[in-house]
C-alpha cells in the first residue's frame, strides 16, 4: 500500500502541529503507526491521499451514522450556506435543533447548545455545581467526558490509549474534587455513597461505555446510579456524545429506561459538524444565564452551517426502521467476527450495542476499564495494521468503539469479517 503522499504530510506537519494531529488518538503511535491523510469520503468509503480506499469504521469517531456526504445532510447544508456562515443572534434552526433533541430524548426539556462534546460535558458539571451548591464529581474509570480539567481523571479514549492517569497542568486542587471509581461496580458505588453521598454534586456516567473499547452497563448498574443520586440530592448526568442516537433515537436512556437530571450530547447531533448539547428538567436548566446565574457562553454556538446538518441528519434518523437496520448490520459484524475468531482460534470478546461495537483481544468478559486494559494490546496493534493493509479503516487503539453507518452494504461487512479472518489467522 503507497503511503508516500501521507509521509510527507505528516513530516511536514510534525514540526508546527504537536504530533503532527489536532486531535491526540489520529497519530495512531500506540499501534505503531503514522496517519493515514484524508483526501475525501463518500458512503461508507474513505479514500486517503495516495488514492488508497478503505471502509470506514470510524465514522468521524462516531458523527457519521448515515455515511458520508448524505445527499439531504448536503443539500441542507448547502441551503444553509447561501444565508450565511454565522450571524451571533439567534436563528430559526437553533430552535429546530432544539425540539428535534428535546422531542427525541425523554430527560430533556430544554437544552442549550455548544459547539463541542467536551463543551457539553464541561458545562453539565458546572451546572450541576452551581445548582446543587456542591463541588465533589464521580466519574468512572475509563470514561471519557472531553478534556475539561475537572473530568479528566481516569479518563478513557486518548488519555488511556497514551497510558497516562491523568493530565500534567491540572492542579491538584481541581482534580481532587473528582472521584473516578470502577465502572459497573454495583458495591463500590453503593459504599461510596452511603460514605460521601451528601457532598456530590453529580455522577456523571456514560450509560453505554464506548472510550474503553464498548462496555455495555451491567444489570443494575444505571438503576443504583439513579436511586443514589436521587437520595442523596446529587444530580446524574448521562453523558450521551457518542450514545446519543447512536444505540437509539432517544439514546442509551431510552432503551435502558433510565432518567438522568442532565444530559450531555454531541457527535451525531451535528451531522459531522461542530456540535454540542446538554439538557434536562427546566428546573435544572432554568439555573442557566441568562435565565439564572451559572455562566456558559459561545461565540458560535448555534452555528447555522451546523444546525442545519444536525437537523437533516436526525430527520433521517427518526424514520422507521432506521434503528432496526443499524442493528441489523451491527449484528452482521458482530456475528462475522465472532465466527472468525473461532475459527481462527483467536480468542476475543465482541461487544455491541445499537451501532457502536467493541473488540477486545481477552480470554475474559470485559466489564470494566481494568478488564479492558488487560486485553492483548500488542495483538490489537498487530490486528489493527492488518485491517489498514486490507482496506478497512478502524480507530487505532483497543479504547475505542467500532461505529457502523446506514450506508454500510452487507458486502461491505462481509468484506470486513473476510479480512478479519485472514488477520485472525496470521496472528
Ligand atoms: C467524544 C466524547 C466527548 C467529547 O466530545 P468532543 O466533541 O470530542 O469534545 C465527551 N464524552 C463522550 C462520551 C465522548 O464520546
Redesign the pocket.
Known amino acids: 500500500m503507497k503511503r508516500e503522499k501521507s509521509q510527507n504530510l505528516f513530516n511536514r506537519t510534525t514540526g508546527i502541529i504537536p504530533g503532527g494531529v489536532n486531535?491526540p488518538v489520529r497519530a495512531c503511535k500506540s499501534v505503531g503507526e503514522e496517519p493515514v491523510f484524508i483526501d475525501y469520503a463518500e458512503g461508507c468509503m474513505i479514500y486517503d491521499v495516495d488514492g488508497n480506499s478503505f471502509i470506514d469504521y470510524i465514522g468521524s469517531?462516531?458523527p457519521m451514522i448515515l455515511g458520508h456526504r448524505y445527499p439531504s445532510v448536503i443539500r441542507a447544508l448547502g441551503s444553509a450556506l447561501n444565508r450565511g456562515t454565522s450571524f451571533g443572534a439567534p436563528s430559526d434552526l437553533e430552535t429546530r435543533l432544539a425540539e428535534t433533541v428535546i422531542n427525541a430524548v425523554p430527560s430533556i426539556e430544554m437544552v442549550r447548545l455548544v459547539?463541542?462534546?467536551?463543551?457539553?460535558?464541561m458545562s453539565a458539571v458546572r451546572l450541576a455545581r452551581g445548582y446543587t451548591g456542591r463541588d465533589v464529581i464521580v466519574k468512572f474509570d475509563g470514561?471519557?467526558?472531553?478534556?475539561a480539567d475537572t473530568?479528566l481523571v481516569e479518563a478513557g479514549?486518548g488519555v488511556a490509549t497514551l497510558g497516562i492517569p491523568g493530565s500534567p497542568g491540572i492542579p491538584e486542587s481541581i482534580a481532587q474534587h473528582t472521584n473516578s471509581l470502577p465502572f459497573n461496580d454495583i458495591d463500590c458505588f453503593k459504599q461510596f455513597m452511603d460514605d460521601r453521598g451528601d457532598s456530590i454534586a453529580a455522577v456523571i456516567v456514560?450509560p453505554v461505555?464506548?472510550?474503553m473499547g464498548l462496555v455495555p452497563p451491567v444489570e443494575g448498574f444505571l438503576e443504583i446510579l439513579r436511586s443514589l443520586t436521587e437520595k442523596y440530592g446529587a444530580l446524574l448526568i448521562f453523558?450521551?456524545?457518542?450514545?446519543g442516537f447512536r444505540v437509539a433515537y432517544g439514546g442509551a436512556q431510552s432503551l435502558y429506561g433510565i432518567n438522568p437530571d442532565i444530559t450531555?450530547l454531541?457527535?451525531i447531533i451535528g451531522g459531522g459538524l461542530?456540535?454540542?448539547a446538554y439538557g434536562g428538567r427546566k428546573k435544572i436548566m432554568e439555573h442557566i444565564a441568562p435565565q439564572g446565574p451559572v455562566y456558559q457562553a459561545g461565540t458560535l454556538s448555534g452555528n447555522p452551517l451546523a444546525m442545519a446538518a444536525g437537523i437533516a441528519t436526525l430527520l433521517e434518523l427518526k424514520k422507521p426502521g432506521f434503528y432496526e437496520k443499524i442493528n441489523q448490520k451491527a449484528e452482521r459484524l458482530v456475528e462475522g467476527l465472532k465466527t472468525a475468531a473461532v475459527k481462527r482460534e483467536v480468542q476475543v470478546q465482541v461487544k455491541w450495542v445499537g451501532g457502536m461495537l467493541g473488540l477486545f483481544f481477552s480470554d475474559r468478559d470485559v466489564k470494566n476499564f481494568n478488564d479492558a486494559k488487560n486485553c492483548d494490546l500488542d495483538m490489537f496493534a498487530a490486528y489493527y495494521k492488518g485491517m489498514l493493509k486490507k482496506g478497512v479503516f478502524l480507530a487505532p487503539s483497543q479504547f475505542e468503539a467500532i461505529f457502523i453507518s446506514a450506508v454500510h452494504k452487507s458486502a461491505d461487512i462481509d468484506k470486513t469479517i473476510k479480512a478479519a479472518e485472514e488477520v485472525f489467522e496470521a496472528l
Open positions: 486531535s469517531w462516531g459547539n463541542s462534546g467536551t463543551e457539553a460535558a470514561c471519557y467526558h472531553g478534556h473530568l479514549s456514560e461505555a464506548g472510550n453523558d450521551e456524545v457518542m450514545s450531555c454531541g457527535k461542530p456540535v454540542g
